[in-house]
């Protein structure tokens, strides 16, 4: 099923990150407006506008801790994360630096994410 892209390859990727807002691992709004601005067959393109919507949500996320709203936060986080991981999942060259950084993000990210699952354990 080809849902924005021709690209197999980017079509299955993005199903893939789709199929996470079930979880609330995504949102198919951010998905799909992200794979908008995404050139069709460019990998540089996909890594800098999926970057692009984690960093904004992860900015999100940090804003709703400040503000004291821990669900807003735990969500961007876990959304966040997510985004990240697909960002750097097409990145080609295993030499790539960027590899390493961004899923340094992503995995920050979920360890907030799980922090604040746990204080919900906790209450």
Request: hydrophobic fraction near 35%.
């Amino acid at each position: 099923m080809k849902i924005v892209f021709q690209d197999p390859t980017f079509s299955l990727q993005l199903l893939r990150a789709i199929g996470e807002t079930y979880y609330k691992g995504a949102d198919i709004g951010e998905c799909l407006s992200t794979a908008y601005r995404i050139k069709e067959g460019d990998f540089e393109s996909w890594y800098q506008e999926w970057l692009k919507t984690a960093k904004r949500v992860h900015s999100y996320a940090d804003e709703s801790v400040k503000s004291g709203h821990t669900i807003s936060a735990r969500e961007a986080y876990l959304r966040a994360s997510n985004y990240y991981r697909v960002a750097e999942f097409l990145l080609i060259n295993p030499e790539d630096p960027r590899i390493q950084t961004t899923w340094g993000s992503s995995k920050d990210c979920f360890s907030k994410a799980a922090d604040f699952f746990l204080r919900l354990l906790n209450q």
